[in-house]
């Protein structure tokens, strides 16, 4: 395996932790392998290993260990945590999608907070100068435009650039059965696209980290020291429910299985329930009133989406809150169809693909990682050519993946 000074040793879990928001599944909820245990879970298979160190932390309210946040569980062990650093939502996860996140001091721990979704994304070599060992722990979906892979570029090429090691905590992907969508053309490379990889890559973050370092993704080629807490009791095919939910907008099961197929919506002039309870489980737009008897009406939610597209609007579309995610996890692909069928049911075409209608939206091209999608959409392409022009990037991709996986 192509990966410079990787150390893999055996480890354990963590959480989103936010109990103001109900970010806790109740037990009953939760879909994992009782056999299965996560690299934060395995405490003792690291505490020694930490022992004596300066260590920086990237946690969420995901980082949780016995049901408290990971800081809180290791300061409490005699861990020495010098600094954490915040992704996209923040440390304690009270920051909406996208809002700017500033340096701070946790109130409870007194430990400076260094934010990753700021005014730079990337620790700066002031900001590791007291640290001897990073510790990265963020629970993934699975997704291509999920931000915390960009995150853990950035704490990566950081980490190689001033000599630290890296250690991952590694937790399940809950799509880790599912590799599909176009590989992502580097031209269209953002936040939300940093790797020529597919809208749903099938990799845990500690298989992911081996990938950049292998494939040389990093500046200069630099490689990053890892150390590795593997999963005990994982498989690729598992199905699993994180027990906390891993951001304020994918705040249910079913929106984390539905975020690879309906995420491209965010390029375009349809709501994904934003501004809802259950974002990432609707779609809907004001001009489909009409066309579909299913309606939602955005409104600001302080800490998910203040000023959501179509804000006390009602949008008309689809509920997909019942929809059989089995269906998704059998045929292992993204679902086009929903995409396909409401560019044709939208009165006014012109529009569907302007992102620049809303704020709130994203480049639907850096979404789907290809000028071709929005071209084949227009054009009518049936989703049988679409899936053809993915290839054969697609099964290169899946074929250089096969290198890197630490799970049958």
């Given at each position: 395996?192509?990966?410079?000074?990787?150390s893999i040793?055996?480890?354990?879990?963590?959480?989103?932790?936010n109990?103001s928001?109900?970010?806790?599944?109740?037990?009953?909820?939760?879909?994992?392998?009782?056999q299965?245990?996560?690299?934060?879970?395995?405490?003792?298979?690291?505490?020694?290993?930490?022992?004596g160190?300066?260590?920086?932390m990237?946690?969420?309210p995901?980082?949780?260990?016995?049901?408290?946040?990971?800081?809180d569980s290791l300061?409490?062990?005699?861990?020495n945590?010098?600094?954490?650093?915040?992704p996209?939502?923040?440390?304690r996860?009270n920051?909406?999608?996208?809002?700017h996140?500033?340096?701070?001091?946790d109130?409870?721990?007194?430990?400076?907070?260094?934010?990753?979704?700021?005014k730079?994304?990337?620790p700066a070599a002031k900001?590791?100068t007291?640290?001897?060992?990073m510790?990265?722990?963020?629970?993934?979906?699975?997704a291509?435009?999920y931000?915390?892979?960009?995150t853990?570029h950035?704490?990566?090429?950081?980490c190689g650039?001033?000599?630290k090691?890296?250690?991952?905590?590694d937790?399940?992907?809950p799509?880790?059965?599912?590799?599909?969508?176009?590989?992502?053309?580097?031209?269209?490379k953002s936040?939300?696209?940093?790797?020529?990889?597919?809208?749903?890559?099938?990799?845990?973050?500690?298989?992911?980290?081996?990938?950049?370092?292998?494939?040389g993704?990093m500046a200069?080629g630099?490689?990053?020291?890892?150390?590795?807490?593997p999963?005990?009791?994982?498989?690729?095919?598992?199905?699993y429910?994180?027990?906390?939910?891993?951001?304020?907008?994918?705040?249910?099961?079913?929106?984390?299985l539905l975020?690879p197929?309906?995420?491209?919506?965010?390029?375009?002039?349809?709501?994904?329930?934003?501004?809802?309870d259950?974002?990432?489980?609707?779609?809907?737009?004001?001009d489909?009133n009409?066309k579909?008897?299913?309606a939602?009406?955005p409104?600001s939610?302080?800490?998910?989406s203040?000023?959501?597209?179509f804000?006390?609007?009602e949008?008309?579309?689809?509920?997909?809150r019942?929809?059989?995610?089995?269906k998704?996890?059998?045929?292992?692909r993204?679902?086009l169809?929903?995409?396909?069928?409401?560019?044709?049911?939208y009165?006014?075409?012109?529009?569907f693909?302007?992102?620049r209608?809303s704020?709130?939206m994203?480049?639907f091209?850096?979404?789907?990682?290809t000028?071709?999608?929005?071209?084949?959409?227009i054009?009518?392409?049936?989703?049988?050519?679409?899936r053809?022009?993915w290839?054969p990037?697609?099964?290169?991709?899946?074929k250089?993946?096969?290198?890197y996986?630490?799970?049958?």
């Open positions: 395996m192509k990966i410079a000074l990787l040793l055996m480890i354990a879990p963590i959480l989103w932790h109990p928001k109900a970010q806790i599944r109740p037990d009953q909820e939760a879909v994992a392998s009782s299965l245990l996560t690299g934060a879970d395995q405490t003792t298979r690291y505490l020694p290993y930490l022992k160190k300066r260590i920086g990237v946690v969420n995901s980082s949780l260990i016995a049901g408290k946040t990971s800081v300061n409490t062990l005699g861990v945590i010098v600094k954490i650093f915040g996209e939502h923040g440390f996860g920051a909406s999608n996208g809002a996140v500033d340096d701070s001091t109130p409870k721990t007194g430990i400076p907070v260094v934010s990753l979704y700021g730079s994304g990337k900001d590791l007291e640290i001897d060992l510790i990265y722990d963020l629970q993934d979906v699975g291509r435009y931000t915390y892979l960009a853990l950035r704490v990566m090429e950081a650039e001033n000599n090691e890296l250690l991952i905590l937790r399940p992907n799509n880790g059965y599912m590799v599909d969508g176009p590989v992502l053309d580097m031209k269209l936040g939300i696209g940093f790797h020529p990889v597919p809208i749903a890559h099938g990799m845990t973050v500690a298989e992911y980290a081996q990938m950049i370092n292998g494939q993704w200069g630099i490689k990053c020291k890892l150390k590795i807490i999963m005990t009791g994982y498989d690729h095919e598992m199905p429910s994180p027990p906390v939910y891993p951001s304020p907008n994918l705040n249910t099961q079913q929106s984390i975020y197929s309906i995420c491209l919506f965010e390029g375009t002039i349809i709501s994904q329930g934003r501004g809802t259950y974002p990432f489980t609707v779609l809907g737009n004001p489909l009409g579909y008897t299913f939602f009406t409104r939610i302080p800490g998910m203040e000023s959501p597209l804000i006390n609007q949008c008309y579309g689809l509920d997909l019942n929809y059989d995610t089995k998704l996890i059998r045929s292992k993204i679902n169809s929903w995409l396909l069928d409401l560019y044709k049911a009165p006014y075409k012109e529009r693909f302007d992102f209608q704020k709130q994203g480049n091209d850096k979404l789907a990682g000028t071709a999608l929005k071209e084949q959409i054009a009518g392409k049936t989703e049988k050519e679409i053809a022009s290839e990037g697609l099964s290169e991709f899946k250089m993946r096969k290198q996986l630490l799970y049958p």
